[in-house]
């Protein structure tokens, strides 16, 4: 990793047409990380196809034409007795393996 490297990132908006390299990026970023195997890329799919999904706010980061990172925002409801919040929240948030210390992650959640 280099400078120029961390220069070409873009972050963009996802497109459907990324949904494969999506999925299958946050299956490496997470594969064997909190236990055997991971399903957060099921996870990226199935929130995708949800109503609560807003995709006007997620992001993916792009390094030399491949998707190397992803921030998915969704809504979310927060119970407080008999009162429910609505609130916004995010995940997965998570870069590619092969591109560790490059801050992938702080760019994605600016």
């Known amino acids: 990793m280099n400078n120029t490297d961390i220069n070409n990132i873009i972050i963009r908006k996802e497109t459907k047409e990324d949904g494969w390299s999506t999925e299958h990026m946050t299956r490496r970023a997470f594969w064997n990380l909190h236990g055997p195997g991971c399903n ?53 948030l998570c870069a590619e393996p092969t591109v560790s210390g490059m801050h992938i992650g702080k760019k994605l959640g600016k």
Do not use: N, Q, W
Not at 56 to 80: H, N, P, Q, W
């Open 40 to 92: 957060e890329h099921l996870l990226v799919h199935i929130l995708r196809e949800s109503p609560v999904y807003v995709p006007e706010l997620s992001r993916v980061a792009e390094l030399d034409g491949k998707i190397v990172g992803t921030i998915m925002y969704f809504l979310a409801k927060v119970a407080d007795g008999d009162k429910e919040y609505e609130v916004l929240s995010f995940g997965p």
